[in-house]
């Protein structure tokens, strides 16, 4: 018989690995268009007045989740007979393939035990591959439908799409790492990731902008909400006026919980001040409504304000950017400066300013590239331009975050390192410092020289006391931590939960000299120079070397002699009494007396363990 080498069957189960992820992508594609397929036909089935058979139903779904992913439509019939496109994606119908595209992705590269794992190119490359494969295959059958897809939006953006939730999928069974830069980058960046530091400015450069991005979409949301509060008749009117059966109502409705983001996003957009095109004529700002605007008849345009000049209501619009830009800087200076750190580890305004800036600038990169797809058009000549303008939405949004987000950090920055604010932080003099404040102090000197440190070499220090983050709405928490932490009692005299179990016999030596370590160590006599203590722990105690020796004596079923008495009195006295005086002596020697023998012994021992070079063990 023969035997397969393990070099075929590593390749062999790599070829496995890699159909499992194309399969993996097909049936992540296959579910999407499916759920999505049913949806369609259960509105064919129920309408009572369907304008086609089951094939071109079949076909209108096909078209509907191509336009999920970023295609451009087609409508060919028309009342003009020109073919009008279709490429207003529904943002909430889009999360769905995004979705099932990146676990597919997660899946396929994540590691299992007993089965072979493709590398990341090759997960990617397959997952993608197999997705691709549905999507050219609905696309070739819905080209006889009512809403045919344009083949050029196929490869961009569909395809830009597809890849970009595969790779962040395969990124993320990854670990979500970040880096290293490919080896084609600049030298300078490839350094500077491999920084500390650096990581942790850009994540919190990233995780500020997308505060920034929540803020401002929700602003949105808020706006077009109160919009249609005030204008409830409008739309109402417009609902019942598209649909007159229960089953066209539903999908109506449906239609417009698939746009909100897109309602979000617009008045995002006006708040920022370019506000949207309601036309190739027409523009909605905060300022007024210039133009005639093309609105066709649906529930969501009602919140369109009004033609004419813009009132002051429509001028508080401006408090959304306004609020974003502080929720920016908030969340930059929460790790700027944390309120429970020495001012040693907060960041230099220097840092500050940078990192506000980088945030601002993704914030203003993230809201262009939705606001682009927020809009687009829905036709011909008028309709041809409708939404937000993305490449003027964006710089606003960079615009506003910098102006404002800047000079409010600096200014947080200097509320939460101010010292009377946070009492804790006062240096005081080590004169009038109690014993529990100066170990407090201690390590409050010991947190500068770590951040010193870290500043130097990047190394990891999330778990460490100072520094730690702390819930924004509870600054009062932790006040007592630098002298807590490690067992010491904090201002109000009791010890932390997490001190230790062995009793302490007392206060630390260099707290009750007033010595301090690090930058603190030095300022109180005239030529003190610190200097180390031996540790305090009751191992070396009378009571438990007598305990030892008890226990000694009794395992060795009494060969042992009793506890030894110390050097001085094996000597002698000098006074030259006799032996039977010594005797004597020794048999009126009372408790308290051999209590002293054994404290000279136990020193007497210290001082031979401190000299190696000196007779006798020490018990």
């Known amino acids: 018989m023969t035997q397969r080498s393990p070099k075929v069957t590593v390749e062999r189960n790599r070829t496995l690995a890699l159909v499992s992820a194309l399969v993996k992508g097909v049936v992540a594609a296959g579910l999407g268009l499916g759920s999505l397929t049913v949806l369609v036909m259960v509105a064919w089935i129920s309408s009572p007045y369907p304008d086609s058979g089951p ?15 970023g295609a451009g439509l087609v409508r060919p019939d028309t009342l003009s007979g020109v073919p009008a496109p279709v490429s207003l994606v529904p943002l909430l119908l889009a999360v769905g393939p995004v979705w099932l595209a990146h676990r597919a992705a997660r899946d396929a590269a994540e590691p299992e035990e007993g089965r072979a794992r493709p590398s990341q190119a090759g997960a990617f490359c397959a997952v993608t591959a197999g997705y691709l494969l549905v999507v050219a295959g609905a696309a070739a059958y819905a080209r006889g439908g009512p809403l045919r897809a344009d083949p050029d939006t196929l490869v961009f953006p569909v395809a830009l799409v597809v890849a970009g939730a595969a790779a962040a999928g395969v990124w993320t069974a990854a670990g979500r790492p970040f880096g290293p830069p490919p080896s084609w980058s600049p030298l300078a960046l490839q350094e500077a990731v491999a920084r500390t530091l650096f990581r942790r400015r850009v994540e919190a450069a990233c995780r500020s902008a997308a505060v920034g991005v929540t803020v401002l979409l929700g602003g949105g949301a808020l706006l077009v909400a109160v919009a249609l509060g005030r204008n409830a008749a409008a739309a109402q009117d417009a609902f019942l006026a598209l649909a007159g059966d229960w089953s066209g109502r539903i999908a109506v409705l449906l239609l417009a919980a698939s746009l909100v983001p897109n309602a979000a996003l617009w008045g995002a957009a006006y708040g920022l001040g370019p506000g949207f095109s309601l036309g190739t004529g ?135 390192l101010r010292t009377p604010g946070w009492a804790w932080r006062r240096e005081v003099s080590e004169a009038d410092e109690p014993p529990a404040k100066a170990k407090a102090a201690a390590t409050a000197a010991a947190a500068e020289a770590d951040s ?83 540790p305090t722990d009751p191992w070396h105690g009378k009571d438990t070397r007598e305990a030892r020796w008890a226990s000694l004596k009794r395992g060795s079923g009494g060969l042992m002699a009793d506890f030894p008495a110390g050097p001085a009195d094996r000597a002698g006295p000098a006074d030259g009494t006799g032996p ?24 007497a021992a210290d001082r031979a363990a401190a000299e190696p070079d000196g007779p006798g063990p020490t018990p």
């Open 452 to 534: 010193e440190a870290e500043e130097d070499g990047g190394e990891e220090r999330e778990g460490h006391g100072a520094g730690r983050p702390r819930r924004w709405w509870a600054p009062w928490r932790g006040r007592g931590r630098a002298a807590g932490e490690s067992g010491d009692a904090g201002p109000g005299g009791s010890a932390s939960p997490g001190a230790s179990s062995v009793p302490a016999p007392g206060p630390a030596p260099e707290a009750a000299s007033g010595a301090l370590h690090g930058p603190a160590a030095g300022r109180g006599e005239e030529g003190f120079e610190p200097y180390d203590f031996l």
């Open 282 to 416: 027409a523009t909605a700002t905060p300022l007024g409504l210039d133009g005639t605007p093309a609105v066709p008849h649906f529930p969501l345009l009602a919140a369109v304000p009004d033609q004419g000049p813009g009132s002051p209501l429509n001028w508080a619009a401006l408090a959304v950017p306004v609020t974003a830009a502080l929720a920016v800087a908030w969340f930059v200076v929460r790790r700027a400066g944390p309120a429970d750190a020495p001012r040693a580890r907060a960041w230099s305004p220097r840092e500050t300013v940078l990192v506000t800036l980088l945030a601002a600038l993704g914030c203003g990169v993230a809201t262009a590239l939705l606001t682009a797809v927020a809009g687009g058009p829905l036709g011909t000549g008028a309709l041809s331009v409708f939404g937000p303008v993305w490449w003027l939405t964006g710089p606003a949004a960079l615009v506003w975050t910098a102006v404002i987000g800047v000079p409010a950090a600096l200014l947080l920055r200097l509320w939460r």
């Open 580 to 603: 039977a005086d010594r005797v004597g002596s020794a048999d009126r020697t009372g408790p308290a007396d051999r209590a002293d023998a054994a404290d000279r012994a136990d020193a």
């Open 55 to 69: 094939g071109g139903a079949l076909r209108a779904a096909a078209g509907v989740w191509l336009l999920a992913h």
